[in-house]
């Protein structure tokens, strides 16, 4: 997993129209590429305070800092804008489409800093460009394997090639379940325990089919059929039958594997001729459901086993001394 960098002029090329951003110079490239989904207020520098001057992050300026400018003496003003460039920016960003003293746009072409305004207001405008930088910068690894909406639920289908995931996939789409992606999946991370899966773009949501060949899922099946993304709840590795293994048979203890960071449900499912796995990916997902809103099944029979197991010793112990 690389550190992503995304260049002021890509940026710029993409959110354009989004965020209604306009250039008010020739310097679409800047000096410092963006490297982070944070942005940056620079009213204390502009006064000369340069300490936790944050030059590597996008600067927003707004109607507090222009009002600011405004309202120097016109010897002076251009010593304020100065500070700012002291380091060199990503980039500079009007809001509310406010008036850019001439001195800002001067020193933006001196320094070759892109300068942009938007006419949305403030906070809009951050809200909008940091969602943008969050979904951009946010962790991400490819992972080998199938993943489909199951009532709800994102299971995500592991194993090795070959082993039957996209057939698998395929009796569950017929079964009225939702494809989000086939062979490669996406996954990103969007929050601290968070993870979304997707399809890659170009892949849209063809599968490959051992046997048939290459076909589109929503083209036979229809827009129902498919999902543009989903949150990854479970991890399903499908292996081949080893009557030496152990294998999970009350699932009292809960496997987990650890993508990006973040450890999520792992079932093991042994495969072999006749084993209807369809159904118990079903299984999956629902049993998953019911942990969620606080139910186990493995956990409510063993506490019945214990139930009565405590009964018969009771039982036993009170007639123990009963002859009649």
């Not at 090639?161 to 969007?190: F, N």
């Not at 993508?259 to 084993?275: A, Q, R, S, T």
Request: charge should be negative; include cysteine; hydrophobic fraction near 40%.
């Amino acid at each position: 997993m690389r550190n992503k960098v995304l260049s002021v002029e890509d940026f710029f090329a993409s959110n354009s129209k989004s965020l209604a951003l306009v250039c008010l110079n020739d310097h679409r490239k800047g000096q410092l590429p963006i490297t982070a989904a944070d942005i940056h207020r620079p009213g204390l520098a502009l006064t000369g305070f340069m300490e936790n001057f944050l030059n590597e992050r996008i600067q927003i300026l707004s109607e507090t800092e222009i009002f600011y400018l405004n309202s120097r003496e016109d010897r002076d003003r251009r010593r304020h804008v100065d500070n700012l460039f002291t380091a060199p920016l990503v980039c500079i960003i009007i809001t509310r489409d406010l008036d850019v003293p001439s001195e800002l746009i001067d020193a933006s072409n001196e320094h070759g800093v892109p300068l942009f305004r938007t006419s949305m207001i403030t906070t809009e405008f951050i809200q909008e460009l940091t969602r943008f930088l969050t979904d951009y910068f946010a962790p991400t690894e490819v992972v080998h394997g199938t993943m489909v909406d199951v009532y709800g639920v994102g299971l995500l289908f592991t194993g090795k090639s070959g082993i039957g995931k996209s057939e698998i996939a395929l009796d569950l789409i017929e079964r009225g379940h939702r494809l989000v992606a086939d062979d490669s999946v996406i996954v990103v991370k969007k929050a601290e325990d968070i993870l979304l899966g997707r399809g890659h773009e170009h892949l849209q949501h063809f599968m490959e089919i051992r046997g048939i060949g290459i076909i589109d899922i929503q083209a036979k099946f229809g827009i129902r059929a498919i999902r543009v993304q989903k949150r990854l709840e479970v991890v399903v590795n499908l292996m081949q039958w080893d009557a030496k293994k152990e294998w999970e048979r009350e699932g009292l203890e809960q496997m987990t594997t650890d993508i990006l960071g973040v450890k999520v449900p792992k079932v093991e499912v042994p495969l072999f001729p006749g084993k209807n796995i369809t159904v118990i990916a079903e299984v999956i997902a629902m049993n998953h459901m019911f942990k969620v809103y606080g139910y186990s099944a493995a956990d409510r029979f063993n506490k019945l086993l214990i139930d009565q197991m405590e009964s018969d010793r009771r039982t036993r112990h009170y007639l123990r001394y009963d002859d009649e």
